[in-house]
């Protein structure tokens, strides 16, 4: 997916799950702290502003703070952990 159409960085990576769910991808090793999420969040934002209806998922295979991962999911940010290879 382009990230261009959601007024995000062309660096932002994103999947299409299914119809209705949008993934932002994160590939590091590093991991996933408060700092990130709010920018998670902003971008997870920008997405439901162009596609009210979308779900917004993080799919990623980096460890997540485990205060992060709470503060994702009250956001509505569903956690896909992907299998490192």
């Given at each position: 997916m382009?990230?261009?159409q ?13 119809n ?13 702290i ?9 971008k997870?934002?920008?997405?439901r502003r ?16 485990s ?8 956001a ?7 299998q490192?290879?």
């Open positions: 382009d990230p261009c959601f007024n995000l960085s062309s660096r932002t990576i994103l999947e299409q799950i299914d209705d769910t949008i993934a932002l991808v994160i590939n590091r090793k590093s991991r996933i408060m700092a990130d999420g709010h920018k998670i969040v902003e997870a934002e920008k997405i162009e596609k009210p209806i979308t779900k917004v998922a993080l799919k990623s295979s980096a460890p997540i703070c205060k992060t991962k709470v503060f994702l999911e009250e509505g940010i569903k956690i896909l952990e992907e490192t290879k």
